[in-house]
């Protein structure tokens, strides 16, 4: 197993490659010098599961989609859906694939096929399961917690994975939690959880996230809404004065 060093800076390597190349994708220098800098937070949609989705995502360009492969979810994806999907993503944008009590050979199969490029664990993997999954993969690790209250902060912050996300539940209920419990999280978090194109503006806002993680809020009868995809995308940026261009 690695370093903690160097596991943190390979993993800010890989989840920074697409603002290093974003200028090929034909954002301006200073929205690329605006988005390292970490004034404007990462993207990511979740749960796309169709050709419309991964199209519209194209042109909306965000740093991460994700797929899910929690059994059950009306979002799940097979292997093979998501290995066709991903060869039609711009190459620029970060696969994450989300779990839940997954088995790990099964995640760092996907890896290593490059069907994902990140693990999202999201079913109450505790730390044990974490220094596993590293014992096997160098790849990032975003472990996701449920926010009810401040032991739920401290076990975010305290957590060994390179990335938490901070969320009101299970994944795509579309209720938000109360942001005032993570105010002052020194460390990097995906921000989800009810997040929406009206009020995504108001969490950038109010807690500086590393990244805005959404799926239920960019839907309209369970499948994705390009219109909402693209309102919320535009929230986000123009929360920094950023635009969509094309």
């Known amino acids: 197993m690695r370093t903690e060093e160097r596991t943190k800076y390979e993993a800010d390597r890989m989840l920074n490659e ?8 034909g954002r301006t220098p200073d929205e690329t010098d605006r988005s390292e800098l970490g004034r404007v937070p990462r993207i990511k ?79 109450g993997e505790d ?14 690790i ?27 539940g299970v994944g795509g209920t579309g209720t938000t939690f109360d942001w005032t419990l993570v105010r002052g999280l020194e460390r990097p978090f995906f921000l989800a959880g009810g997040l929406s194109p009206e009020n995504v503006a108001e969490s950038v806002g109010t807690l500086e996230p590393f990244a805005v993680d959404v799926s239920s809020g960019i839907e309209t009868d369970r499948r994705k809404d390009p219109v909402k995809m693209e309102a919320f995308v535009q929230a986000v940026r123009s929360a920094d004065g950023q635009r969509i261009e094309g």
């Not at 730390?127 to 990032?140: F, G, K």
């Open 18 to 25: 697409a603002d290093r190349t974003s200028d090929e994708a």
């Open 45 to 123: 949609l979740c749960g796309l599961k169709r050709d419309v989705d991964i199209e519209t995502a194209n042109r909306l360009r965000p740093e991460y989609i994700g797929f899910v492969f929690a059994k059950g979810s009306c979002r799940e994806v097979t292997e093979e859906q998501a290995a066709e999907l991903g060869r039609k993503l711009l190459p620029k944008i970060q696969k994450v694939g989300v779990f839940v009590r997954e088995d790990p050979q099964r995640i760092v199969h996907l890896l290593e096929r490059g069907i994902i490029d990140i693990a999202q664990l999201h079913g």
């Open 127 to 140: 730390e044990e399961y974490i220094s596993r999954l590293r014992e096997m993969t160098d790849r990032p």
């Open 142 to 168: 975003i472990k996701a917690f449920r926010m009810d209250g401040p032991e739920d902060v401290e076990a975010a912050r305290t957590c060994t994975a390179d990335y938490v996300l901070l969320d009101s």
